[in-house]
Structure formats: C-alpha cells, structure tokens
C-alpha cells in the first residue's frame, strides 16, 4: 500500500510525504519543497518533492499510488495554480484516477499529523494557526487509536491568537511567518513597565476572539490599536505584550480541552505551536499528564498528516508504529557525496577518526557544520542540517550571528543535551527531542552554557538519545567526555532568508561561502 500526502498551493510551505507498507513494514519519506527548489516558504506545486520521496521509497510510477490526500480551501478548484490563477490540471495529475485523491479539512491534517506521530493512546487534539479551510483558525478534536477516529469537538473562525501574533510581528517590523523573531525579542520588553496595547480578553470555549483587534481581509491593526510604535523600547515591549497573550490564550485553549475531553494528554499543531514558551507553560501548568507537539506543527506537516489520515483513516490500517522518526528526508549515497565534493575547492579533506577531530574542533571554538544521514522534517534543525558550537564561550553568539548566521543578535540559539543530563541543566523533567519547549535554565549552569541562555534565563531546548539521534549524541558526548559539559550550540545549517540546506552540494556551498570552520558531510570531514 502506498499512500501519498500533499501541500499544494495555494497554501505556504509546500511539500510531500509518503507512506509504504510492505509486508506489514510501514516506511516513511517526507520533504518540503523549499528544501528542493530553494525558494523559502514555497508556494509552487511539490512536484520535486513527490519525486524525491518516491525515488527515496523506491516508487517507480505514480501509478503503483493507491491514494493521494491533500488539503486544500473549500471554495477554490483544487487544480487552480497558485502562481498563475489559471484552472490547469498539473501534469502529475491529469491522468490519475480522480477515484485516487482524496481532499481534507486543513484542521484535521493537522490533527492527524501531531496525534498519529505521537505515542498516545488518546488525547485532545487542539490546532491553533492562521487560517484552515472554512477559514477556522481554532479548532479541538479527541483521537483514540481505537478506530482511529479524529473526531472534531469544537471549532472557531473567529480571529485568534495566531492571527493577532503575525499581525503583532508585521506591526513592529518583521515580515510575514517571521513570528519566532516576536517569541525570541519578547523577554527584551518583559521589565518595561508600560502596555501599549491592552488586549481584550475575551476567550470562551475554543474562541480567542480578537475580531476587534486585527482588521478582517487587510490583517492590520484596527484603528483603535493601531499604535505608534517607535524605538527599541516600544517594539520590545510590543512583543512582550503579544507573547504574554499568546501563552494566556494557549493556557485557556489547553483548560478548555481538558474540560472538553477529560484526557490526561494532549497534541498541539498549527503554526502557533511553534510558539515553544506558550509550549512548556501549557506543560508546566500540569493540565495534562503530558503533551506533544509534531516537530513540523507548521504547515511543513501537513502533507505528513494528509498522507497519515490516508494510510490510518481512508484505509483503516492500525498504528503499528510508536512515534514517528523526524529524519525522513531524503538519503545521499557515498557516491552522491562524493560527486559533490569533486564538484568544489577550497578545503582539506579528513576521513580518519571525524568525531575526534571535530571534538578538538569544537573544544578550540571552531564554527562546525554537519550534513549527515536523512534530513529533519519541520523548521528547526535538529542534528543532521545544523551548525554547531561550543556553548560555554558567551561570545559564540555573537560571532556565529557574524561570521555565517547574520540575523538579530536578540533571537538565541539553541541547547542539544544528553537527555540524561537535562535535569542537571534545566527545570524540564521529560525529553524534549524537538525544540519545541522552553524552560528555564538551571541558576547554577547560566554561566557554564551562556551562548545557548537567552536573557531571561530560558532556553529552547533538544534533549538527544543514542537510539534517536545516533551520531550525533557520539559527537555531544565526546565533547562532554573532554570539556565536562553534556551540551552543544545547535543552530540551522543555512544563513539569514534561505531555507535549511538538503543536498550535499547546498551543504558545500553554504559552508564555502560563509565562515563556517569544518563540514562533517555523511563520514567525510572538510576543512578549510
């Protein structure tokens, strides 16, 4: 059986993911087209993203599919283009089976893309982002793995919390999905004791309603709080104030659910739960017995989620499967390395002992970029696209935003830890595998880990276990082993406006033009 899950405009952030079963084996291969076609947050048909899953899974047709599920907006055709708003049949559809494709509510991919990825039994299931397809931008459902039901319970399209943060972030300068730049400038705006805005708050039920706030059609401020906003103080104090709602609104939503579901767990996705400091107070706040939130909660897992609901819901097949493995990318052969590297110069080559190496590396404060294995679905890099450094050097910061990252000196970079060590470090007492909660850092390890401790003592957080994360616990753990430290600086292997590297030549090439020290590429090290 093979099911295919697709984004296609015109939606942001299109991509494609596969689902195999052979012989009762369920194999997976997931990309975003951005990460092919190099055009960040990309809008165009995933046609290079459906290939590359299906050569990954070794598909040789698209006639050995059984079924295709997407997403799409209600009241436009679901062949209309994007870029043209011509009515076209894309070529990868025109002679399949229309029997074959299957079209679903936004929400309930989502839905399906946070619930079947995660280990629970049962949860509610709550979305918060933007817009779906009836134009709901809340909604709550409870899962049960028993009939795989996804049933929705409750649902909003009233403007919410997700609408007023990107409103919030256009308002004081960011450009569109730039909200992490909001999230990571909010704690500079925490000790001005002024408010600007004022929101209301009216929540009830699944509603956040800010319909008073950002104007219908346009998505700007309405009058009354369309602000002066002028100076470093007020737009720190701006983003304090729409992350402050966000977390208040996120804690309603999560009591709503619980009150709603009684379920001792629940799954977070929409594009608001990439919000990781709202993530861990909703955590901390004990409502639930756990939570989870998919690492591509964003539109980046939809596809996920339409291709889970084809294989699980459509097709009825039990979860045979835990959680899902985030590396689903596509591979590289040693030939396919090997054919990059030949391609540029610049660098030494190194292939004897590359983790002791690059530990000498790290441990003498070299910039090191790693390109390994299969790469991570969502935005976050989480090991096999990243740039790392070492994390005890206050300074990194600012040199890594110089000498290769070039973005906000105010946005932090992240900690990968042993998960064995997290207690030790940070007040977070579970795993955190995909950055997707924020809690504080220890008192007594501020100042043993600076570069990675944002200034309100927090961090964002991957904790890494040998059996997920593989080569690169070895690599934070022979670091450890000489510098007494369990932790890495863990940022995204790209620069400022570009999408996180894929290939092994993205990877030379980013590393060549920046002043990125050594590239550990597949078993290859290079270095200038």
């Not at 910061?397 to 973005?407: A, P, T």
């Not at 590429?521 to 290079?526: N, T």
């Amino acid at each position: 059986m093979i099911i295919l899950g697709i984004h296609k405009d015109p939606w942001h952030n299109t991509g494609a993911a596969i689902i195999k079963e052979v012989d009762n084996e369920v194999q997976f291969a997931f990309i975003s087209e951005e990460r092919l076609n190099r055009e960040k947050d990309s809008r165009v048909f995933p046609i290079k993203s459906i290939l590359a899953c299906m050569k990954q899974l070794n598909i040789n047709s698209k006639d050995e599919i059984d079924l295709i599920v997407m997403d799409h907006i209600e009241d436009i055709d679901w062949r209309k283009d994007n870029k043209t708003r011509e009515v076209i049949v894309n070529d990868f559809f025109k002679d399949i089976n229309e029997e074959k494709i299957k079209i679903i509510n936004h929400h309930l991919a989502h839905a399906c893309s946070t619930f079947f990825s995660s280990s629970f039994d049962e949860a509610a299931v709550l979305i918060v982002d933007g817009r779906g397809t009836m134009k709901e931008t809340q909604s709550l459902f409870y899962a049960s793995t028993k009939d795989n039901q996804i049933n929705l319970l409750d649902s909003t399209d009233k403007v919410g919390i997700g609408l007023l943060y990107s409103t919030v972030s256009q308002k004081i300068g960011f450009g569109k999905m730039q909200e992490g730049k909001t999230m990571g400038l909010a704690p500079y705006g925490r000790d001005n004791n002024k408010r600007i805005f004022n929101f209301p708050k009216e929540f009830v039920g699944v509603v956040t309603d800010y319909s008073n706030v950002v104007s219908e059609g346009t998505y700007t401020l309405t009058a009354e709080y369309d602000k002066e906003i002028s100076g470093w103080d007020d737009v720190a104090t701006a983003a304090y104030e729409v992350q402050e709602e966000c977390e208040a609104a996120f804690l309603h939503l999560a009591k709503y659910a619980k009150e709603k579901t009684k379920s001792d767990f629940l799954c977070l996705s929409g594009g608001v739960a990439l919000n990781s400091v709202s993530n861990d107070k909703v955590l901390k706040s004990g409502l639930f017995n756990d939570i989870f939130i998919n690492p591509a909660c964003s539109d980046t897992g939809i596809p996920l989620g339409c291709a889970l609901y084809g294989y699980h819901i459509a097709k009825g097949r039990p979860k045979s499967y835990s959680t899902i493995n985030p590396y689903m990318g596509p591979e590289y052969s040693v030939e396919d390395i090997n054919k990059a590297i030949s391609s540029f110069t610049g660098f030494s080559i190194y292939e004897r002992n590359a983790i002791e190496k690059l530990t000498e590396m790290l441990i003498d404060n070299k910039i090191i970029a790693r390109h390994y294995g299969r790469s991570e679905m969502g935005p976050r890099a989480l090991g096999n696209r990243s740039i790392l450094m070492n994390p005890t050097i206050e300074e990194n910061k600012d040199v890594l935003n110089e000498r290769v990252k070039h973005r906000e000196s105010f946005r932090p970079f992240a900690p990968a830890i042993l998960e064995e060590f997290t207690c030790d470090y940070f007040d977070l007492d579970r795993q955190s595998p995909y950055m997707l909660l924020v809690p504080n850092v220890n008192e007594d390890k501020r100042q043993v880990i600076p570069a990675v401790t944002h200034v309100d003592g927090t961090a964002r957080v991957q904790t890494l276990t040998k059996e997920r994360n593989g080569a690169f616990y070895d690599l934070v753990e022979s670091f450890y082993k000489i510098s007494g430290v369990p932790v890495l600086l863990n940022t995204s292997f790209n620069v400022a406006g570009e999408p996180i590297v894929e290939t092994p030549e993205d990877a030379i090439r980013c590393f060549l033009s920046t002043n990125i020290d050594a590239l550990l590429i597949g078993e290859i090290l290079l270095i200038k």
